[in-house]
């Protein structure tokens, strides 16, 4: 078995002390009051390992990290029809970019950029009766813990001042790709990016996409074989946006970012890896968080390739 913990405490402390050329977000202000120092690792592996370094109990803001869960919901929802609304595609675009909706007709390249994301919360709220209710359980199941929450001051601080992402969802509805009214959708899709959780809860609960059958931790299947392998090829084509290629070469696992400075990333068949460190590089990604993983996937040879 890998010696993962003296590797991970190495590489903990050698990235601790780098200089961090990242800066926190703070075009949702409430994310600009975050501890910048804050630096945490969990990695969770299917043989039960559980290895953490730094604040790995602190919650944060998942923001975009909560796309897994809310395409998976939709994904379990609508099977194979989903794809009609959203793409596959990596976009080569910024998270919040306006640009490729025009020529592609209001159909976003795929579900982890913001375009793809509400049009998820879109078909979400189609389907279900109380939908920040009903996700948030949803949510609860996968990850095996009743203890999680949304951030009312996230979420209305994001709503104040998340104009792109309005004019996105009205972009959007004006091709006819959103059915619902755009309040409701954006409502829903900003208390979902103010769901809270700690490195420890996110390696956890995204360890059933490294699990041979996809089920959680308690057993329960999430999503078919197939479903599940698709999830991962689209974290790792675009669950870093417009560097994606980049986390694709520098780490080799299917990822997920956020705002809020954490990265998910998955190796099928051996574990998931949760870190947080506030500060995003130029691209929305957490600068430390993708140092640790290059550095991490090097030194185990653990990358997919
Ligand atoms: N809530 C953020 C937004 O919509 C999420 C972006 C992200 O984490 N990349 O802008």
Not at 6 to 33: C, H, R, W
Request: net charge positive; proline share 3%; hydrophobic share 35%.
């Amino acid at each position: 078995m890998e010696n993962y913990s003296k590797i991970i405490e190495q590489i903990y402390s050698d990235v601790k002390n780098m200089d961090d050329i990242g800066t926190v977000a703070s075009y949702i202000p409430e994310l600009a009051f975050v501890d910048a120092n804050n630096f945490g690792v969990h990695l969770s592996t299917i043989k039960n390992q559980q290895i953490g370094f730094g604040n790995v109990y602190k919650k944060f803001s998942i923001q975009s990290i909560s796309k897994i869960l809310t395409l998976t919901l939709a994904y379990k929802l609508k099977g194979e029809k989903l794809w009609d609304r959203v793409d596959v595609e990596p976009s080569g675009n910024p998270f919040n970019s306006l640009l490729q909706l025009e020529s592609d007709q209001g159909k976003p390249r795929n579900p982890f950029i913001n375009a793809g994301a509400i049009v998820i919360c879109d078909i979400l709220i189609s389907h279900l009766k109380n939908p920040k209710e009903d996700f948030l359980n949803f949510y609860k199941e996968v990850s095996n813990s009743q203890n999680l929450k949304y951030s009312e001051k996230v979420a209305q601080s994001e709503k104040k001042t998340g104009f792109r992402n309005i004019a996105l969802c009205n972009f959007i509805k004006s091709f006819g790709n959103i059915k619902n009214d755009v309040n409701d959708v954006l409502d829903f899709y900003f208390y979902t990016c103010s769901i809270e959780m700690s490195c420890k809860e996110l390696s956890n609960t995204f360890l059933f996409l490294a699990n041979d059958n996809f089920t959680t931790t308690k057993n329960t299947p999430v999503l078919t074989i197939s479903q599940a392998k698709r999830i991962n090829a689209i974290m790792l084509t675009c669950g870093f946006y417009d560097e994606s290629g980049e986390f694709a070469f520098r780490v080799g696992l299917p990822g997920k970012s956020g705002v809020g400075g954490g990265i998910i990333a998955v190796h099928p068949n051996k574990y998931c890896i949760a870190v947080w460190s506030p500060k995003l590089n130029k691209k929305g990604n957490s600068f430390k968080g993708m140092l640790f993983l290059e550095k991490f996937t090097s030194k185990t040879a653990s990358s997919i390739f």
